[in-house]
């Protein structure tokens, strides 16, 4: 039997400010692609087109408009949500399909785009909650200067707010920034009941770093007392931060590379053994590996035909046995119904489960069913007598 | 101001759609249906079963326009908040889709990332200046209400011998014992002494009330 070719852009910035991140999804869409070559039975062939944005917006544009005008279809990428936004009227276009395999601050829903990755209620409000009964009720939040931090930010403020808790300051830097010494010593002064992290690449990691030493130098416990909470901490990011500092963070995520289970352990050693040199297998790279999967077997259900329209059709019909368990595309709002979890790191640069759904979340990207009708202040400053 | 909360989800409410029989609503329906609200005709609803808290009105500014969807007497907005669908950018018809009063546009053929972004302006613009135009209505009931206020001050100092800002307080302290507003209090003490010159020589306000 002849297998059909079918070309897919592959579109990942492992150069730049969050190369790191990139690289395992860059890592876990090749393995996908190379799975399924493998099986000479499957009856097309994905022939992976890979581009490397280098993290500059206007690249994502030309690398984009150049996949496009190959005649490729599918594009698997992007990490930010400025470059996913900066390529998506290309798509559009074109109609062609952007899977879009990471976790991302939600209020879309692009008929020209599949989400792989966690929205809020799969990601930050499980968070919330958990943090909430574990640790406490105000939240200092620092985080990088752009929609992912904004977006989080309001929603943690708006669920504490419910919850009668408080975001005490919002701290935010220029992605790539280094220089934490201020606001690590307004945590330490605040001494907030967690720190909510939503920086993103080496300015998360220089942040870690940094205040596990101010928090040391100051006597302070830090993962007991002021534990840094996040919705993005990965398994190579642990070894990016060093063993330092890299345990006792709380990280929600779909997708730890210690789940139990026989096609996790498969996707793990396969990983390994594609990637010795690292970084290990992650969130990041497990969703790239889905996006990728899903959008083969979609195919497979298409019989092989590339149309937008056939394969949205065709991959609500797909469930598929991904490493975090069983995964589904929601056809209203084309994201995927993911199983949240909460881990904590450690020295090893691995991660503990503390607490997982009983399974598949249904995606709410607008959180029509997770938030109030109405925008929620936050709670008045407490105004003490100044003298 | 009034309290005007924002609005940021909008589940369970209606879009109730003004447009011409071409107008095609797939996506508009889709999109509706991502953010929880469903998607009516006026043909399938009663025109005065139009809740400004529930339905968003979205007029097809393409197609005819009537009166069907202005708001109350005196407001500048319409029936419920609502949001022009544009074609034709013509200056005529973006001022016909203005006269109605609607606080948002959505360009068409409508893009489904649009539609969120367009219904919280629309939504919340609306509840902002209506609450605007109550604020003004109370105000200037007040404003007129003024004249009494002045009146009642007059006729108390003249009565009682008291000086203005006295008179004043005491009107004051009357109308917050009625649990009414000063001008109205004030107005139903001036017209209670037209109608019997006795009270303009007693001293003690409370005996008017």
């Known amino acids: ?387 | 101001m009034r309290g005007a909360r924002v609005v940021q989800n909008f589940r369970g409410q209606r879009g109730v759609l003004w447009g011409g029989a071409g107008t095609s609503v797939d996506i508009l329906e889709a999109s509706l249906a991502r953010l929880g609200m469903t998607l009516a005709r006026p043909a399938e609803i009663d025109p005065q079963d139009i809740d400004a808290h529930r339905d968003v009105l979205l007029i097809d500014g393409d197609s005819p326009l009537d009166a069907t969807m202005e708001g109350p007497s005196g407001s500048l907005l319409s029936l419920a908040p609502a949001i022009g669908l544009v074609g034709v950018e013509a200056p005529s018809r973006l001022k016909a889709l203005m006269d109605l009063g609607v606080t948002a546009f959505l360009r068409k053929p409508v893009h489904a990332a649009a539609v969120y972004a367009a219904l919280f302006l629309a939504v919340n613009s609306y509840n902002r200046l209506r609450a605007l135009e109550l604020d003004l209505v109370e105000h200037e009931l007040r404003r007129r209400g003024r004249r009494a206020v002045l009146k009642a001050v007059v006729r108390l100092m003249q009565t009682t011998g008291i000086d203005d800002d006295e008179a004043y307080a005491e009107l004051r302290r009357e109308s917050m014992r009625r649990r009414m507003s000063i001008e109205a209090c004030a107005a139903e003490l001036v017209a209670g002494a037209s109608s019997s010159s006795a009270d303009l020589k007693t001293p003690d306000l409370k005996k008017w009330a």
């Open chain 1, 1 to 387: 039997m002849t297998q059909a070719a079918i070309a897919i852009g592959v579109l990942f910035s492992v150069d730049g400010p969050y190369g790191h991140v990139s690289r395992s999804m860059l890592n876990g869409a090749m393995l996908a692609v190379d799975e399924w070559n493998s099986n000479a039975k499957a009856p097309l062939r994905l022939v992976p087109v890979v581009a490397n944005p280098g993290g500059e917006l206007q690249r994502y544009a030309r690398l984009c408009q150049d996949m496009l005008a190959q005649g490729l279809q599918h594009v698997v990428g992007c990490y930010t949500s400025s470059s996913r936004k900066e390529i998506i009227p290309q798509f559009e276009k074109a109609d062609a399909l952007l899977w879009y395999p990471t976790h991302y601050e939600g209020f879309e829903c692009s008929s020209n785009v599949i989400y792989t990755g966690p929205v809020a209620n799969q990601h930050l409000l499980p968070l919330a909650d958990y943090m909430m009964e574990h640790h406490g009720r105000n939240a200092f939040c620092v985080g990088s200067n752009y929609i992912w931090a904004w977006e989080n930010n309001r929603i943690l403020r708006e669920r504490l707010a419910a919850a009668h808790g408080r975001v005490t300051a919002e701290r935010y830097f220029a992605v790539g920034e280094t220089d934490f010494a201020q606001v690590i010593q307004a945590i330490i002064k605040a001494r907030p009941a967690f720190v909510f992290n939503t920086l993103i690449g080496v300015s998360s990691y220089c942040f870690l770093r940094d205040f596990r030493a101010a928090c040391i130098a100051s006597g302070i416990d830090q993962p007991a007392v002021i534990p840094v909470a996040s919705c993005t901490l990965s398994e190579p990011e642990l070894e990016a931060i060093g063993e330092a500092a890299a345990d006792g963070h709380i990280t929600a995520s779909v997708y730890f590379s210690s789940i139990e289970g026989a096609e996790n352990a498969r996707f793990v050693t396969s990983y390994a053994e594609r990637y010795p040199d690292g970084p290990v297998a992650c969130a990041d790279a497990e969703a790239a590996y889905i996006a990728v999967r899903l959008l083969a077997l979609s195919l497979v259900e298409a019989r092989g035909c590339t149309d937008v329209d056939t394969i949205k059709r065709a991959v609500a019909q797909v469930r598929m046995a991904a490493p975090q368990g069983p995964v589904h595309v929601d056809p209203e709002t084309l994201h995927a119904a993911l199983t949240p979890r909460i881990g904590r790191s450690r020295k090893d640069m691995g991660f503990d489960i503390l607490a997982q759904a009983a399974g598949p979340v249904r995606p709410d990207p607008y959180l029509i069913w997770n938030s109030p009708r109405f925008w929620t202040m936050g709670a008045p400053p407490v105004l003490r007598v100044a003298s």
